[in-house]
């Protein structure tokens, strides 16, 4: 069991793999051998070193007699180089899907572990909310339970590419690589420096260096039709050069995928980097993951935009920039982590988080409803009430305006029977009144 409870299937597998997922066959093509490792942090050297030629020469050599007796073409047949940097393409692209998987492996693993961190904190927060606890350990506590959470993004984040998700990064590079392929097929590779260099091509969309630079200030999500590295000079490796950019695909239109239908209003809870995802399978799957029932399923209506802020004031409690009512790509990924609501039983995430089926969750239940029966709104409740059983007075105490007024998340009629971390936030602690 690693250090973040994921087990040797993170721990174990993935730990240097990602750090390097590039093998030494791999980094030979960029080398021109492992064995030639001179530090290069300051610029190239200025002069050429007859010994390192040597050395790349022989490594290149073997290389493409590797990928010649994968390709299985007749010297001397008119294919042979193309053969020879196909069985290349091949080998780049099953590296760089392996990559690609382990990512995605390391950043559903980080949000499991931030989703217990989390659950557990939201349980513990409202125990001490409801308890009187000082203020100071209202400070640290939930902080503590963060650690972890913190820990895993730290260590994980940095393999990771900002503000896209394994999967929607692998898209673009998926794209880019066809595209390249699509390029080298229909110019001219006859020799071995031209099979080469279309294979270091292909290598080079999926360096992690050229992912990051052509993903940085994008505003399209993927699947926009824009690729890296194609043969209209955008991103770090260009398709085409093999032959010259006027040969690449000369005459052949630009392949786009038509636009998707847009659910209307859905850049209202959707960021602008991903807002072009919104289509109705993809708003359904959200709503699932946030607890909207099924009746406002597939349009964008206002329990839709409440459960956002429900999360996002739930998620990031002390980060006020984070609560702008839009979900990013960072949260889309984390709800996919989350189960969604059952029939009966709580309403929202938060509810979820709180009031769980184990002993946090039924304390969390206790202190909640003796809070409101400190509150003197209304009639008191059973003090083993369910949370079902505390709908009623959880929305008369919401109305009520010596609370009303001071609750940061705005609910709707048909939700105010639903308990939110800003309302346990103002509820009366023992010994203080209303």
Same mark, same amino acid.
């Given at each position: 069991?690693?250090?973040?409870?994921?087990?040797?299937?993170?721990?174990?597998?993935?730990?240097?793999?990602?750090?390097?997922?590039?093998?030494?066959?791999?980094?030979?093509?960029?080398?021109?051998?492992?064995?030639?490792?001179?530090?290069?942090?300051?610029?190239?050297?200025?002069?050429?070193?007859?010994?390192?030629?040597?050395?790349?020469?022989? *490594?290149?050599?073997?290389?493409?007699?590797?990928?010649?007796?994968? &390709?299985?073409?007749?010297?001397?047949?008119?294919?042979?180089?193309?053969?020879?940097?196909?069985?290349?393409?091949?080998?780049?692209?099953?590296?760089?899907?392996?990559?690609?998987?382990?990512?995605?492996?390391?950043?559903?693993?980080?949000?499991? &572990?931030?989703?217990?961190?989390?659950? *557990?904190?939201?349980?513990?927060?409202?125990?001490?909310?409801?308890?009187?606890?000082?203020?100071?350990?209202?400070?640290?506590?939930?902080?503590?339970?963060?650690?972890?959470?913190?820990?895993?993004?730290?260590?994980?984040?940095?393999?990771?590419?900002?503000?896209?998700?394994?999967?929607?990064?692998?898209?673009? +590079?998926?794209?880019?690589?066809?595209?390249?392929?699509?390029?080298?097929?229909?110019?001219?590779?006859?020799?071995?420096?031209?099979?080469?260099?279309?294979?270091?091509?292909?290598?080079?969309?999926?360096?992690?260096?050229?992912?990051?630079?052509?993903?940085?200030?994008?505003?399209?999500?993927?699947?926009?039709?824009?690729?890296?590295?194609?043969?209209?000079?955008?991103?770090?490796?260009?398709?085409?050069?093999?032959?010259?950019?006027?040969?690449?695909?000369?005459?052949?239109?630009?392949?786009?995928?038509?636009?998707?239908?847009?659910?209307?209003?859905?850049?209202?809870?959707?960021?602008?980097?991903?807002?072009?995802?919104?289509?109705?399978?993809?708003?359904?799957?959200?709503?699932?993951?946030?607890?909207?029932?099924?009746?406002?399923?597939?349009?964008?209506?206002?329990?839709?935009?409440?459960?956002?802020?429900?999360?996002?004031?739930?998620?990031?409690?002390?980060?006020?920039?984070?609560?702008?009512?839009?979900?990013?790509?960072?949260?889309?990924?984390?709800?996919?982590?989350?189960?969604?609501?059952?029939?009966?039983?709580?309403?929202?995430?938060?509810?979820?988080?709180?009031?769980?089926?184990?002993?946090?969750?039924?304390?969390?239940?206790?202190?909640? +409803?003796?809070?409101?029966?400190?509150?003197?709104?209304?009639?008191?409740?059973?003090?083993?009430?369910?949370?079902?059983?505390?709908?009623?007075?959880?929305?008369?105490?919401?109305?009520?305006?010596?609370?009303?007024?001071?609750?940061?998340?705005?609910?709707?009629?048909?939700?105010?029977?639903?308990?939110?971390?800003?309302?346990?936030?103002?509820?009366?602690?023992?010994? *203080?009144?209303?």
């Amino acid at each position: 069991m690693s250090v973040f409870g994921w087990g040797n299937d993170l721990g174990g597998k993935v730990g240097v793999a990602v750090k390097f997922p590039m093998t030494c066959a791999m980094l030979a093509l960029a080398l021109g051998g492992c064995g030639y490792s001179v530090d290069k942090r300051h610029g190239i050297d200025p002069a050429l070193d007859p010994v390192a030629i040597e050395t790349a020469v022989q *490594a290149r050599a073997r290389i493409l007699t590797a990928f010649a007796a994968d &390709a299985r073409v007749p010297e001397g047949d008119p294919s042979y180089w193309h053969g020879v940097a196909e069985a290349g393409f091949n080998h780049v692209q099953d590296e760089c899907r392996v990559y690609f998987q382990q990512l995605h492996s390391l950043s559903r693993g980080r949000e499991r &572990a931030r989703a217990g961190f989390g659950a *557990a904190s939201a349980a513990t927060t409202a125990i001490l909310a409801l308890t009187g606890a000082s203020p100071l350990t209202e400070v640290l506590v939930p902080p503590a339970f963060s650690v972890g959470a913190a820990a895993t993004d730290v260590v994980i984040g940095s393999y990771l590419y900002r503000a896209y998700s394994p999967a929607a990064a692998w898209i673009v +590079v998926r794209r880019s690589l066809a595209a390249h392929r699509r390029a080298v097929s229909a110019g001219r590779v006859d020799s071995a420096p031209a099979a080469y260099r279309a294979i270091q091509e292909h290598l080079d969309i999926c360096l992690p260096v050229s992912i990051e630079g052509a993903l940085a200030g994008r505003g399209a999500p993927p699947g926009d039709g824009s690729e890296l590295g194609t043969s209209t000079g955008r991103g770090n490796a260009g398709a085409g050069k093999t032959s010259g950019r006027g040969d690449a695909g000369r005459g052949e239109p630009r392949r786009t995928d038509p636009a998707p239908t847009l659910v209307a209003g859905v850049e209202e809870i959707l960021a602008p980097a991903i807002a072009s995802r919104g289509t109705k399978e993809f708003l359904v799957q959200l709503q699932e993951k946030l607890c909207v029932p099924l009746a406002e399923r597939g349009v964008v209506g206002v329990t839709t935009k409440a459960m956002v802020e429900i999360f996002e004031d739930w998620k990031y409690p002390r980060i006020p920039r984070e609560r702008d009512g839009k979900l990013t790509d960072r949260d889309t990924v984390a709800l996919r982590e989350e189960g969604g609501c059952p029939d009966n039983g709580p309403r929202n995430l938060y509810e979820k988080a709180a009031f769980t089926a184990d002993r946090d969750g039924a304390n969390a239940l206790s202190e909640l +409803v003796k809070a409101l029966n400190r509150t003197k709104v209304g009639e008191d409740i059973d003090p083993g009430a369910s949370l079902e059983a505390s709908r009623k007075k959880i929305a008369a105490v919401r109305a009520n305006p010596a609370f009303a007024g001071r609750l940061s998340v705005r609910l709707p009629g048909a939700m105010a029977e639903q308990v939110t971390r800003d309302l346990v936030s103002v509820l009366p602690r023992p010994g *203080a009144g209303p």
